[in-house]
Nanobody
Framework: QLRLVESGGGLVQPGGSLRLSCAASGFTLDYYAIGWFRQAPGKEREGLICISSNDGTTYYRDSVKGRFTISRDNAKNTVYLQMNSLQPEDTAVYYC??????????????????WGRGTQVTVSS
């Protein structure tokens, strides 16, 4: 069964770091792009960053450039999101999803599929 499971969320102080994991099962991660997204209360889900099957990186939000990086370990079938210099506005549920490539354009979020259930990230002092 195709599945993505996020983990690594939690409570962190402003300026702190977290590393989220997206573990894939039921398919081989090597051939797919994986995107990270987040959704804050009362807001729409937004794309953050994506890694393609050939390890190219696409940023969807300027606000995370220089703070968030994405990587993959195909041997572990896992994609990671390293988040540094976290701020209260980064508080949200974080999701990963699968794509054939790092989609772009108007409805790129909806183009991704096989969404995980998310992991909560709370940035607060």
């Amino acid at each position: 069964q195709l599945r993505l499971v996020e983990s690594g969320g939690g409570l962190v102080q402003p300026g702190g770091s977290l590393r989220l994991s997206c573990a894939a099962s039921g398919f081989t991660l090597d051939y797919y792009a994986i995107g990270w997204f987040r959704q804050a209360p009362g807001k729409e889900r937004e794309g953050l960053i994506c890694i393609s099957s050939n390890d190219g990186t696409t940023y969807y939000r300027d606000s995370v450039k220089g703070r968030f990086t994405i990587s993959r370990d195909n041997a572990k079938n896992t994609v990671y999101l390293q988040m540094n210099s976290l701020q209260p506005e980064d508080t949200a549920v974080y999701y990963c999803a699968r794509g054939n490539w790092c989609y772009s354009g108007r409805s790129y979020v909806e183009a991704f599929g096989s969404w995980g259930r998310g992991t909560q990230v709370t940035v607060s002092s």
